[in-house]
T-cell receptor, first 114, second 112 residues
């Protein structure tokens, strides 16, 4: 089974709808991240969390919110989706106890906003 | 966010040959990490190799090696003995305060 899972894997929604993307991990890592990737570009950080009580904005947090429900779960919400939020969304985790801050990624959620 | 420059948007390499992917970054930190990730056409992000800024030796991981030049803020990835399965997008990602910043990536196509 995958260590970092994302649901749904694909989602098509309409402008103005609220949508939640979920991320779960079985790696026991404290740190979790949400990124988005636009076609032909690298990943950009939306939000990150270093433990259950810690939430931080990343480079492009406008239009998004997150919830860290447990160590293993980190959800990303789009309160009112707009077409330019169409992108590939990745969740990632890293281990605060490790000697390096290597991040491990989920398979991604492809979101289309019509 | 840091500025990361990967100047080669696309590269072709013959099977079994080596290819070097360029990466420069603009961190002001003295201590940081450098990561390379692979993204095949299926879309997942696969961790390849890590280099710490204070590591004296260049990192190697199987057929992957890093040519790290700290003074030049450069961390080039070398893939030796290319295989068809190496065809993918490759991203350079320096870390700062446990956060990654990504370059735009280089697409590598391996020809048989």
């Amino acid at each position: 089974d995958a260590d970092v899972t994302q649901t749904p894997r694909n989602r098509i929604t309409k402008t103005g709808k609220r949508i939640m993307l979920e991320c779960s991990q079985t790696k026991g890592h404290d740190r979790m991240y949400w990124y988005r990737q636009d076609p032909g570009l690298g990943l950009r950080l939306i939000y990150y969390s270093f433990d259950v009580k810690d939430i931080n904005k990343g480079e492009i947090s406008d239009g998004y919110s997150v919830s860290r429900q447990a160590q293993a779960k980190f959800s990303l919400s789009l309160e009112s989706a707009i077409p330019n939020q169409t992108a590939l969304y990745f969740c990632a985790t890293s281990d605060a106890r490790a000697s390096t801050d290597t991040q491990y990624f989920g398979p991604g959620t492809r979101l289309t906003v019509l | 966010a840091q500025k990361i420059t990967q100047t080669q948007p696309g590269m072709f390499v013959q099977e079994k040959e080596a290819v070097t992917l360029d990466c420069t970054y603009d961190t002001s930190d003295q201590s940081y990490g450098l990561f390379w990730y692979k993204q095949p056409s299926s879309g997942e992000m696969i961790f390849l190799i890590y280099q710490g800024s204070y590591d004296e030796q260049n990192a190697t991981e199987g057929r992957y090696s890093l040519n790290f030049q700290k003074a030049r803020k450069s961390a080039n990835l070398v893939i030796s003995a290319s295989q068809l399965g190496d065809s993918a997008m490759y991203f350079c990602a320096p870390s700062n305060d446990y956060k990654l910043s990504f370059g735009a990536g280089t697409t590598v196509t391996v020809r048989a």
